[in-house]
C-alpha cells in the first residue's frame, strides 16, 4: 500500500483522501486552514457529500488517515502527493486563479529531498503541468527525482465518492513511463475492474478535463437554447431531447433543459478555457463558450420575466422558492441558478421565501434579503407563486393537498422540468415548465 498525501482538503481534497484511506494507504491530508483541519481529524465533513463522513470516519477508526497543517510531516511521510488544491475563477477576471498551486508547490518544493511524485488532479488551464514540473525540478533538493503525473479528477458532487472509487476512466498525463506503475498500483481496485486507462502527455491531460466539462455545458446550453425555440412555438423540449438522444452519437445526458448549470466547477471552467484560448491566440474558435456562458445565464433572467409575467408585478408578492443547491445531494450554492434567481425576484421586491434540504446554512451566511425556511411545508405560507428550482427528491413526494391549503395561488413554475403534471393538475395547480406545451413564454 502506498504513502500518500493529498494537498488542500476542498471537495477534491477530501473525497480523494478518504477514498484512497478506504482502500488501504496511508494517507496524510494537509490544508493551511487549521480550523478545517481540526474538524476533519474529528471526523466533521464541511460540507454535504453523501456517504463521505462515513468513509472519513472508518479511515480516522482505522487509522489510515491523518490531518495535517505541517509542510514537514506531509513532505516526510509521503511519496506519492496528490495536489488537489481549489483553482476558483480569479475575483478579477474569467481567467483561473491559481495561486493555491502556486503557493503549495512553492511550501512543497524545498521539502522534497528524496524521489517522489507529485500527482496534480486540480482542473488548470494548459500549461500549468510543465510549469510545476520544470518548477519542481529547478527548486527541489532531489531535482529530477522529483516527477510529476497530471491525472485529472471527474468527481460529480453528490456522486463524489462513487466517482473517486469507480470513475469511468482514469486519464494519465505523464513525462517518464516509469511513473504510470505506481499510479495503477494505487488505482489497482478500480483498473481491476472496467475503468479505462489513458496514458498520454501533460498538456492533452489538462485539456481532457476542460474539453469534459466545456462539452457538458454546451450540451446544456444546447438544449436551453432550444427551450426558447419549443416555448415560442409549442413544441416539447423534453421530448425533443429523448428522440435525439435516442441517436448514440448525441446520447441522452445532460439534455435536460431548465434553469441550467452552476456550482463550482462548470461554469468556472469555461471561462478559464476561454481566457486561456485567448491568451494563445484563438479566442475567436472558442467565441462559442461566451455563447454557452450567456444562454445559460439567461435562463435565470428568463424564469424572472415568467414569474412577472404570472403575477403581473411582483412587488410585495410573496414567492415561495424550492432549492438553493446548484443542484440535488449538494449544499453547494456556488454560482447557483436557484439562489440567483430567489436573489433576482428579492431584489425586485418580492417577499421571498427559499427551502432547501441541506443549503439553508450556506443561505444564511450570506446575509441575503430571502427568509431561509427549514419547514418544506411552511414555505407554502401565503405564496402567490410556487418555483421549483432545484431537483431534490423531496419536491417530487410532497403532500399536495396540504401544501395546496398554504399558498395563496396554486401556480408553479418548474425550473427543472420533473414535477408530474398529472399529480399537480389532478390537485388543482397550474404548473409551467421550461420548453414544454402549456407553458407560457416570457420573450
Ligand atoms: C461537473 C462535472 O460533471 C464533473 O465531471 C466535474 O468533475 C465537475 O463538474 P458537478 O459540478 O458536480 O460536476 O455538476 P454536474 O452534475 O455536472 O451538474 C452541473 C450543473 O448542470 C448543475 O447545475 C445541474 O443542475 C445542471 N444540469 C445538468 C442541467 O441543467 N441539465 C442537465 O441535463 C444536466
Not at 160 to 187: C, F, M, S, W
Not at 201 to 217: G, H, I, P, R, S
Not at 229 to 250: K, M, Q, S, Y
Not at 341 to 348: D, E, T
Amino acid at each position: 500500500m502506498a504513502r500518500i498525501s493529498v494537498i488542500g482538503t476542498g471537495y477534491l481534497g477530501v473525497t480523494h483522501a478518504a477514498c484512497m484511506a478506504s482502500l488501504g494507504h496511508d494517507v496524510v491530508a494537509l490544508d493551511v486552514d487549521e480550523a478545517k483541519v481540526t474538524s476533519l481529524a474529528a471526523g466533521k465533513v464541511p460540507f454535504h457529500e453523501p456517504g463521505l463522513p462515513e468513509l472519513l470516519q472508518e479511515s480516522l477508526a482505522s487509522g489510515k488517515i491523518n490531518f495535517t497543517t505541517s509542510w514537514v510531516d506531509l513532505a516526510a511521510h509521503a511519496d506519492v502527493h496528490f495536489l488537489c488544491v481549489g483553482t476558483p475563477q480569479s475575483p478579477e477576471s474569467p481567467a483561473a486563479d491559481l495561486s493555491q498551486i502556486q503557493s503549495a508547490i512553492r511550501s512543497l518544493a524545498p521539502l522534497l529531498t528524496k524521489p517522489c511524485l507529485i500527482v496534480g488532479k486540480s482542473t488548470v488551464p494548459v500549461g500549468t503541468a510543465q510549469w510545476i514540473s520544470d518548477y519542481l525540478v529547478a527548486n527541489s533538493p532531489a531535482g529530477n527525482d522529483v516527477h510529476l503525473v497530471w491525472n485529472p479528477e471527474f468527481l460529480r458532487e453528490g456522486f463524489a465518492v462513487q466517482d473517486t472509487l469507480h470513475p469511468d476512466r482514469i486519464v494519465l498525463g505523464i513525462k517518464n513511463e516509469t511513473d504510470v506503475a505506481v499510479l495503477t498500483d494505487i488505482y489497482a481496485t478500480a483498473l481491476s475492474g472496467d475503468t479505462p486507462l489513458v496514458v498520454t502527455d501533460y498538456a492533452t491531460a489538462e485539456l481532457v478535463k476542460v474539453a469534459a466539462n466545456a462539452f457538458l455545458a454546451t450540451k446544456i446550453s444546447f438544449i436551453n437554447a432550444f427551450a426558447y425555440l419549443a416555448d415560442e412555438v409549442g413544441a416539447d423540449v423534453g421530448t425533443l431531447a429523448d428522440a435525439i438522444g435516442h441517436d448514440t452519437r448525441i446520447g441522452r445526458r445532460f439534455l435536460n433543459a431548465g434553469i441550467g448549470f452552476g456550482g463550482g466547477c462548470l461554469p468556472k471552467d469555461i471561462r478559464a478555457l476561454r481566457a486561456r484560448a485567448t491568451e494563445l491566440g484563438l479566442s475567436e474558435h472558442f467565441e462559442f463558450l461566451k455563447n454557452v456562458d450567456e444562454v445559460n445565464k439567461s435562463r435565470r433572467d428568463y424564469v424572472f420575466a415568467l414569474a412577472i409575467r404570472n403575477l403581473g408585478s411582483i412587488t410585495g408578492k410573496t414567492i415561495a422558492i424550492l432549492g438553493a443547491a446548484f443542484k440535488p445531494d449538494s449544499d453547494d450554492i456556488r454560482d447557483s441558478p436557484a439562489l440567483d434567481i430567489a436573489l433576482l425576484l428579492a431584489k425586485g421586491g418580492a417577499n421571498v421565501r427559499l427551502h432547501d434540504p441541506v443549503a439553508l446554512p450556506q443561505v444564511r451566511g450570506r446575509n441575503l434579503p430571502i427568509l431561509a425556511v427549514e419547514n418544506v411545508e411552511e414555505v407554502f405560507d401565503g405564496a402567490d407563486l410556487v418555483l421549483h428550482l432545484t431537483e431534490w427528491k423531496l419536491y417530487r413526494e410532497l403532500d399536495l393537498q396540504s401544501i395546496s391549503e398554504r399558498v395563496a395561488n396554486k401556480v408553479i413554475i418548474d425550473g427543472r422540468n420533473c414535477l408530474d403534471l398529472a399529480l399537480w393538475s389532478s390537485a388543482g395547480w397550474q404548473v409551467t415548465y421550461l420548453g414544454k406545451p402549456g407553458s407560457q413564454s416570457a420573450l
